[in-house]
């Protein structure tokens, strides 16, 4: 409410002005999954067919043998 007791109702029941709508809309616009950087650290899910199983080894070698490992442990 206002000083004078109304309601500031200017924007419901109107469309909104998005100006990036456009770009969204026509795949323009960089989110920030579409950033790379040298030297980026890259990951992925993997879901277990058994969600509620132990866990009694995970096997890592062959993520050992792969590019971009050197000097890190």
Known sequence: MTAN???????IGKRTIRPDGLEKVTGRAAFGADFSQPGMLHGRVLRSPHP????K?????????LPGREGRR
């Open 5 to 11: 007791g109304s309601t500031d109702n200017k924007w």
């Open 57 to 65: 080894a995970i096997n890592f070698e062959k993520a050992l043998t």
């Open 52 to 55: 509620h199983a132990r866990i």
